[in-house]
């Protein structure tokens, strides 16, 4: 009996073991469960992604949760395309100390003035400073006077013609008359003609007409009355 009774009471003992093991278990199943759930709220807090929202902004407010917050107003706090930081800006505070590269404006020109700044106003007013094409320095004037020392080149004029007048100086008098000085198309000069009369001495090929016919009369010029006349003496063909 004793035997049958230490038995029983092991195998009880070791049942209740078992049963406490158990229990262990799903107790502890249950803590990791709980903490799990936990740790996603947390996170659905923070994404946003399933749990619902804690405020809930109007139309023109913004919400408090974080990462909401920073992804709507991350926009507005974007600096400009361009800008510099303040280490930057520091760095070229030091590397490029021309005037008027970072520093404020010291004046406020209207839109009808140039500011005073040496840069600001030379690029201002470089193009009215700059000269006609083909404008020579003093240097090129002063060599061209030497060079060309021609009455009329670089001097000034000597006179004030009018529209109607030509100029008394004899480069521009000559350019402008020139066109009505030029001789007609096969005029001779003067030692052509002389040598022509010498070649040819036949009467009347250079002398002036000895006689002045009208215009229905034939000349007594042998040579002009035959040219004259040679057509109607000639004998018809055949």
């Given at each position: 009996?004793?035997?049958?009774?230490?038995?029983?009471?092991?195998?009880?003992?070791?049942?209740?073991?078992g049963l406490r093991s158990v229990a262990q278990k799903v107790a502890a199943n249950r803590n990791n469960q709980s903490a799990r759930k936990?740790?996603?709220?947390?996170?659905?807090?923070?994404?946003?992604?399933?749990?619902?929202?804690?405020?809930?902004?109007?139309?023109?407010?913004?919400?408090?949760?974080?990462?909401?917050?920073?992804?709507?107003?991350?926009?507005?706090?974007?600096?400009?395309?361009?800008?510099?930081?303040?280490?930057?800006?520091?760095?070229?505070?030091?590397?490029?100390?021309?005037?008027?590269?970072?520093?404020?404006?010291?004046?406020?020109?209207?839109?009808?003035?140039?500011?005073?700044?040496?840069?600001?106003?030379?690029?201002?007013?470089?193009?009215?400073?700059?000269?006609?094409?083909?404008?020579?320095?003093?240097?090129?004037?002063?060599?061209?006077?030497?060079?060309?020392?021609?009455?009329?080149?670089?001097?000034?004029?000597?006179?004030?013609?009018?529209?109607?007048?030509?100029?008394?100086?004899?480069?521009?008098?000559?350019?402008?008359?020139?066109?009505?000085?030029?001789?007609?198309?096969?005029?001779?000069?003067?030692?052509?003609l002389v040598e022509l009369r010498r070649s040819n001495p036949y009467y009347g090929s250079l002398a002036p007409g000895s006689e002045c016919?009208?215009?229905?009369?034939?000349?007594?010029?042998?040579?002009?009355?035959?040219?004259?006349?040679?057509?109607?003496?000639?004998?018809?063909?055949?």
């Amino acid at each position: 009996n004793a035997a049958i009774i230490g038995g029983i009471g092991g195998f009880i003992s070791s049942k209740v073991a078992g049963l406490r093991s158990v229990a262990q278990k799903v107790a502890a199943n249950r803590n990791n469960q709980s903490a799990r759930k936990e740790s996603s709220l947390e996170k659905a807090q923070l994404t946003n992604s399933v749990a619902c929202d804690v405020d809930f902004p109007c139309i023109h407010e913004y919400t408090y949760n974080p990462v909401q917050r920073f992804n709507v107003m991350t926009k507005m706090f974007k600096s400009p395309r361009g800008s510099k930081s303040l280490e930057h800006l520091r760095v070229l505070r030091q590397s490029d100390p021309c005037y008027g590269t970072l520093m404020p404006r010291l004046d406020r020109p209207s839109l009808h003035e140039i500011s005073y700044d040496p840069l600001l106003r030379f690029s201002a007013m470089v193009k009215t400073y700059k000269q006609a094409r083909g404008a020579k320095t003093m240097e090129h004037l002063r060599v061209l006077r030497h060079s060309d020392p021609c009455f009329g080149t670089l001097a000034p004029s000597l006179d004030r013609p009018s529209v109607h007048e030509h100029t008394y100086d004899p480069v521009l008098r000559y350019r402008s008359m020139c066109r009505t000085l030029s001789s007609p198309h096969g005029t001779k000069h003067f030692e052509p003609l002389v040598e022509l009369r010498r070649s040819n001495p036949y009467y009347g090929s250079l002398a002036p007409g000895s006689e002045c016919c009208s215009a229905h009369e034939q000349t007594c010029d042998p040579v002009a009355r035959y040219n004259a006349i040679a057509a109607m003496l000639k004998a018809p063909r055949g």
